[in-house]
């Protein structure tokens, strides 16, 4: 037997596999992920390896591979954990396991280390003050400035000691040579996390609260270590659910991690569970400097963190002893990653806990139907919080039809009904926040007057728009041509939604001189603290109106705020997606619970075009159970997850032609899949962009009702993508339910 290996993965290029001999007494001991000690180059320098999986055959000359050394006496490393959870990965979505490695060990060179260097005397005061006396006789001024500074500290920083009392290094370095002094080096790690003066408020935790926390720490302390979704209607109190689970497992000396969808959430979110933490909480995201990033990986290493906050990267923490990961707002796509391995970060933390002996909170106030269908199924353990925390009543909702605010002569983006309550809450001095929701802004054709929305005849979703005067649906390949007028009731309003976040500020700023505005999209926060400034200023009431996209409506929590408008609610409702309603439900409920957090009751306005449509209509009335019935329904129907599961294959290539013949070949080849597995084909299809940078791009989709099954079939196909020359000129990507159509 042949293991394959991976060399030192922190400091080197992972871009190559090592084969090793198994010695007879490891054959039964080895398994992916254990860190071994194996000879390597030419002079057969020992050091350390990982094993990721294991081989009969041999690739290269037997009498030349080396054996494996031993496995290493610190036995399975923390980073060991996350290779065998690469593995875990690469298997259930496809792509190499360089890919993967990648992807769970972000921080693969090390950076240089923040040193802090101090002077400590070494004299006691007699011995002290009798040598400062000998410098002065001898004139040694800068060595007697340095004595009689350490006398009176004891000891002292040397940037303070060179930039203040002007004492170079060769003056420090003649005091140790003396055995006055001594220069100590001590690593300070750089944290990102700044400190906060404001003290934790003390919880009293509601009957549903209390009642959550201990059927999971019951359950905890019998060892049954499972996963929990916490629905909780927006004001409900997670967070501080979340904090004390947290406290709980981190009270056994195990370690937990928080993700949240968006960088924009983390300063919030840090802020509180620094007030109950300290500094055992960290946080990771891709806005931290290499060295930030890295000195956050080894603090976790090291134990000197107890808590890491972050976006789906941070799972990957190479915490000792993970006891629990907590994902908030578990609906949010961002938690599917959009690169080879497309893991999603629900399933890969449920797969590390299992592999660690971890529990898995998931949290939302409008779960995605794939865990509360789980959660109905029994795979998942439902907690509800019906409440909100401080008793509040949800915000009141009104609904606008955009099409009688047309036919009443308003052709602003702002109804009436928005307007006047927009200068109420200005007379009274409150907040409020318009939120543009602009996901799939350029996609679905739609008429002003009536409301008509082009859709694709076989598939049920909206047709998208294409920049050749097409109208194309992207799951069967269907078009048609452009209209220039609404097939239903003739107008010549028809066509797409141009308005951005910069043109809605304009027009509050114009209707309302007086109102202080703030604006918050990709634009405004492209600097490193850009989130962090803006949510801040808004919070210190600095500003009366915040206009943003969907990263405004998520997570945040501002007392003053007793208003929410939704412009273009239908955006997202007519994308060309099937989980179009889910997300047009889950982006307007959690809008809406913006609103009336504090002690003031709050309002929230819709605005459609579309108010008969279920996804609006039980948003409205914050009514998750109904949406949900209505949903899986259409689900099933359809055929779509969480009741069957898709895999996209994605194939890309520079000659079309190429491109047009591989994707013919890999479809028959999926045709030759045995009858009892029942896996339907779909396409090939162009993509909502065909072409980007000369690359074409084309889309085949498998569904199946089991997910194994769809895993089986990625196998056969990696093999025979493996086997075959001619789509060495291709990109192939697998994408298991993807949450965005290609």
């Known amino acids: 037997m042949f293991a394959n290996i991976i060399i030192d993965i922190t400091h080197e290029k992972l871009d190559k596999i090592f084969q090793y001999r198994i010695p007879l007494e490891l054959e039964n001991v080895l398994s992916p992920g254990m860190e071994v000690v194996v000879p390597f180059g030419k002079g057969n320098r020992l050091t350390k390896g990982y094993v990721i ?48 490695l990648k992807t769970v060990l972000p921080i693969r060179r090390q950076e240089k280390e923040k040193v802090k260097k101090k002077i400590r005397l070494l004299l006691d005061e007699r011995e002290g003050r009798k040598k400062l006396e000998f410098y002065l006789e001898k004139n040694q001024r800068a060595r007697a400035r340095l004595l009689a500074a350490l006398l009176d500290a004891g000891e002292l920083d040397y940037e303070l000691v060179n930039r203040k009392l002007n004492i170079t290094l060769s003056v420090v370095r003649a005091l140790e040579d003396q055995g006055v002094a001594v220069l100590e080096s001590e690593r300070v790690y750089r944290n990102p996390v700044k400190e906060c003066g404001q003290p934790q408020k003390q919880i009293i935790f509601t009957e549903e609260q209390r009642y959550a926390v201990e ?38 000396g195990r370690q937990a991690i928080v993700l949240i969808p968006e960088i924009a959430l983390t300063f919030q979110t840090v802020m509180r569970f620094y007030r109950t933490f300290g500094d055992r909480v960290s946080i990771m995201n891709s806005r931290l400097s290499a060295g930030e990033r890295y000195d956050q990986m080894m603090r976790a290493k090291e134990g000197k963190v107890d808590v890491m906050i972050g976006p789906r990267s941070a799972l990957f923490t190479p915490f000792p002893d993970l006891g629990l990961v907590v994902i908030d707002e578990e609906h949010e796509n961002t938690y599917k990653s959009e690169q080879a391995p497309r893991y999603h970060a629900r399933e890969t933390a449920i797969a590390r806990a299992k592999m ?17 269908y789980r959660a109905k199924e029994g795979a998942y353990r439902l907690l509800e919080l019906k409440m909100r925390s401080g008793q509040q009543e949800l915000a009141r909702v009104h609904t606008v039809d955009m099409r009688a605010e047309m036919k009443n002569g308003n052709r602003s ?52 728009s294409h920049r050749n005067g ?29 308005a951005g976040t910069q043109q809605i500020e304009d027009i509050v700023k114009q209707q309302f001189p007086r109102a202080r505005v703030l604006r918050m999209d990709m634009d405004t926060t492209r600097e490193k603290d850009g989130h962090e400034k803006i949510l801040a200023a808004f919070a210190n009431e600095q500003a009366d ?7 405004i409506v998520k997570g945040h929590d501002f007392p003053n705020v007793t208003l929410i408008g939704v412009l273009a609610a239908d955006m997202s409702l007519y994308t060309d997606d099937y989980r179009a309603g889910e997300r047009t439900f889950q982006l307007l409920t959690q809008a809406a619970g913006r609103a009336g957090r504090g002690k003031k009751k709050g309002e929230a306005v819709i605005q459609t075009y579309s108010p008969e449509h279920y996804a609006i209509v039980t948003a409205a009335a914050q009514d998750y159970e109904a949406f949900y019935q209505e949903e899986i329904r259409y689900r099933e129907l359809m055929g779509y997850p969480p009741l069957e599961n898709l895999l996209a294959v994605l194939v890309s290539c520079k000659d079309e032609a190429h491109l047009e013949t591989g994707c013919r070949y890999l479809k028959e080849y999926a045709l030759r899949v045995p009858k009892e597995e029942k896996v339907e084909l779909i396409g090939p299809a162009s993509p909502g962009i065909g072409k980007i940078n000369d690359i074409y791009r084309k889309v085949l989709y498998l569904k199946a009702k089991r997910y194994d099954t769809l895993v089986k079939m990625k196998n056969r196909l990696e093999q025979y993508i493996e086997i075959n020359d001619g789509f060495n000129t291709m990109r192939i990507q697998f994408d298991f339910n993807p949450m965005q159509v290609f």
Request: hydrophobic content about 35%; aromatic content about 8%.
């Open 413 to 464: 983006i702002l109804s009436t009904k928005l307007t006047e309550l927009m200068a109420d809450r200005l007379e009274k001095g409150e907040q409020m926040m318009l939120f543009l929701n602009r996901r799939g802004y350029a996609g679905f054709v739609s008429c002003r007057e009536c409301g008509y929305v082009a859709k694709c005849p076989h598939c049920d979703v909206s047709l998208s």
């Open 53 to 100: 999986g294991f081989s009969e055959a041999c690739d290269y000359d037997p009498s030349k591979i080396k054996a494996i050394q031993e496995i290493s006496r610190e036995g399975i490393a923390i980073e060991g954990k996350l290779v065998a959870l690469a593995a875990w990965m690469k298997n259930h979505y496809g792509g190499t396991m360089i890919q993967a």
């Open 215 to 252: 059927q999971f720490w019951e359950d905890y302390q019998k060892g049954r270590h499972g996963t929990y979704l916490i629905h909780g209607v927006t004001g409900s109190g997670k967070t501080e659910v979340y904090m004390e689970m947290i406290r709980r497992v981190v009270g056994t």
């Open 356 to 372: 660690e002996r971890s529990s898995v909170v998931l949290g939302s106030a409008t779960p995605s139907l794939e865990a509360m």
């Open 470 to 498: 097409k109208l194309i649906c992207h799951y069967c390949g269907y078009e048609e041509e452009k209209y220039s007028s609404c097939p239903e009731c003739g107008s010549r309003h028809i066509g797409e939604f141009r």
């Open 545 to 551: 109106v915040l206009v943003g996209t969907q990263m």
